[in-house]
């Protein structure tokens, strides 16, 4: 059997570099949701090595999950899209609705080529599948704890071929609304780009709600698939 293999949009590191690079202040705490206690025993075996302060808690329904979510602060949620109590992305797109930032990896046991795309579309910042290498799951978790997105390259493609949207030109917006465009579109969130451009998050939400207008999209996720489809990145 073929195995599904994701890519980080970021820079290619090792999961051991990028966590070194991460701030140690604190344990990252992540959230796993699925209905199999194999694979919520398993993730914290697979992670750790990577994460050594990572702290976990688990969830195996979209009850569960819901409430969890609403008591506790998360670093990062780890989603089966497949959780009972869960139709077509509810989940996803309910919990992103609360979250804006909150980073979600989808480790799904569907092909990327059939849920990727949908599952990005819905707000999710990762997907993964349970048919990789434990190696690949731990270093989309390493990589969205630091802020970034994993999407593969074939799910890139997949965004691209649904693009064409888009009523405006990417030479309407300023040099400052470009710069904000490419970081949101590497999966940074309105505090990590308002240290990097040393500017407020208010004036972040400001840009991202100018782009938005000038591109005609009403979307951060219809954002990435623009700049994949243009090849801003």
């Given at each position: 059997?073929?195995q599904?293999?994701?890519?980080?949009?970021?820079?290619?590191?090792?999961?051991?570099?990028?966590?070194?690079?991460?701030?140690?202040?604190?344990a990252?705490?992540?959230?796993?949701?699925?209905?199999?206690?194999?694979?919520?025993?398993?993730?914290?075996?697979?992670?750790?090595?990577?994460?050594?302060?990572?702290?976990?808690?688990?969830?195996?329904?979209?009850a569960?999950?819901?409430?969890l979510?609403?008591?506790?602060?998360?670093?990062?949620?780890?989603?089966?899209?497949?959780?009972?109590?869960?139709?077509?992305?509810?989940?996803?797109?309910?919990?992103?609705a609360?979250f804006?930032?909150?980073?979600?990896?989808?480790?799904?046991?569907?092909?990327?080529?059939?849920?990727?795309?949908?599952?990005?579309?819905?707000?999710?910042?990762?997907?993964?599948?349970?048919?990789?290498?434990?190696a690949?799951?731990?270093?989309?978790?390493?990589?969205?704890?630091?802020?970034?997105?994993?999407?593969?390259?074939?799910?890139?493609?997949n965004?691209?071929?649904?693009?064409?949207?888009?009523?405006?030109?990417?030479?309407?917006?300023?040099?400052?609304?470009?710069?904000?465009?490419?970081?949101?579109?590497?999966?940074?969130?309105n505090?990590?780009?308002?240290?990097?451009?040393?500017?407020?998050v208010?004036?972040?939400?400001?840009y991202?709600?100018?782009?938005l207008?000038?591109?005609?999209?009403?979307?951060?996720?219809?954002?990435?698939?623009?700049?994949?489809?243009?090849r801003?990145?």
């Amino acid at each position: 059997m073929t195995q599904a293999l994701c890519f980080s949009i970021a820079p290619t590191y090792s999961s051991a570099e990028i966590f070194a690079q991460m701030p140690q202040t604190s344990a990252p705490r992540i959230l796993i949701a699925d209905d199999h206690a194999l694979i919520r025993e398993a993730l914290p075996l697979i992670i750790r090595p990577s994460v050594p302060l990572a702290t976990f808690d688990f969830a195996s329904n979209s009850a569960e999950l819901m409430s969890l979510s609403d008591r506790e602060t998360w670093d990062l949620i780890i989603l089966d899209i497949g959780i009972p109590g869960d139709r077509e992305f509810n989940a996803l797109k309910t919990l992103r609705a609360r979250f804006a930032d909150l980073p979600i990896l989808i480790l799904s046991m569907f092909p990327e080529q059939k849920m990727g795309a949908l599952a990005i579309e819905a707000g999710a910042t990762g997907y993964v599948c349970k048919t990789v290498e434990s190696a690949v799951i731990a270093k989309a978790v390493v990589t969205l704890l630091d802020g970034q997105k994993w999407i593969s390259p074939r799910i890139q493609r997949n965004l691209a071929k649904q693009g064409g949207s888009a009523r405006g030109n990417y030479n309407d917006l300023s040099t400052q609304e470009g710069k904000v465009l490419r970081l949101l579109a590497h999966g940074h969130s309105n505090k990590q780009i308002a240290v990097l451009l040393k500017i407020s998050v208010s004036s972040v939400g400001t840009y991202r709600q100018r782009i938005l207008d000038k591109l005609g999209l009403d979307s951060t996720s219809k954002l990435v698939r623009y700049v994949i489809e243009h090849r801003l990145m």
